[in-house]
């Protein structure tokens, strides 16, 4: 039997994600070692391998086959456009896109102006933005902290993850739009699913199982 590879996106989704699969008997002791300095974990009896990676590199690897399944956020899954079948929604890592500035903004919004909008998901934001053929917009790409942007005056607004909100209200800042809602997925690569279609639809069939029950 071959291995069945899975990517791990590693930051705030790892802990939850280890311990879902954890719940359906996919365990992988080495791999909770906090001072572990290896990249890649074998389980032989189960026959899977495991690696944690930054998230933003998941869909790469499950798209060239590295990885035959791979668990991240659906932003990432977005933004990175890769050709990956995203087969279910984990329930957990739940979020919002948004485009958020300061209340003033809501007029720009409304008048259609041109606004620069600064994100650390700059396809997300152009694609958004796109859809709205009468509002021209400069997309800043920023790599985090982007509620600064509209604080220093480097944009007018920002396309960024809210969750609790407590960083736009510390900052002076509020959702002026929702984009689309997030949680954590898990993407298949495309052949792995017709190669390895009975492991991965028992996995499947599992953690569908474990999630309605976690529901009720
Ligand atoms: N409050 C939140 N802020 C950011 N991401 C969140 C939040 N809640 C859930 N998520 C999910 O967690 C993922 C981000 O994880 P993490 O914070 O570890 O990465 P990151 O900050 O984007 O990475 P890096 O620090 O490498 O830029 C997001 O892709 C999103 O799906
Ligand atoms: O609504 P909240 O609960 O406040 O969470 C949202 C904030 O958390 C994330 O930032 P992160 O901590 O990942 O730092 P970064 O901005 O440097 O990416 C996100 O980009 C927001 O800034």
Redesign the pocket.
């Known amino acids: 039997m071959r291995y069945l590879t899975f990517a791990l ?5 790892a802990k939850k994600t280890l311990a879902l699969l954890e719940q359906i008997g996919i365990t992988c002791e080495e791999m909770k070692d906090p001072d572990t300095r290896k990249l890649i974990f074998v389980n032989e009896e189960l026959k899977m391998k495991f690696f944690l990676s ?3 590199d998941v869909p790469t690897y499950v798209e060239y086959g590295a990885a035959d399944i791979g668990v ?5 899954i977005l933004e990175e456009g890769r050709n990956l079948y995203e087969v279910m929604d984990l329930g957990f ?3 919002r896109m948004c485009v958020c500035g300061p209340a003033s903004a809501r007029e720009l919004l409304k008048k259609n102006e041109i606004i620069r909008v600064a994100s ?1 998901y700059p396809v997300i934001a152009k694609d958004y933005f796109n859809n709205r053929k009468h509002q021209t917009v400069e997309i800043i790409k920023l ?2 902290s982007v509620e600064l942007a509209p604080i220093v005056g480097l944009s007018e607004v920002i396309v960024d ?1 809210v ?2 909100g407590s960083t736009l209200r510390e900052n002076g800042l509020e959702v002026l739009e929702e984009v689309c809602p ?3 997925r898990m993407v298949v690569n495309q052949v792995s699913l017709k190669m390895e279609n009975e492991r991965i639809h028992k996995l499947l069939e599992d953690l569908n199982r474990l999630i309605k029950e976690e529901n009720k």
């Open positions: 996106a590693k930051g705030r989704l930054k998230a933003t991240v956020g659906k932003d990432t890592g739940k979020c650390k790599n985090g993850i969750e609790t997030l949680s954590a």
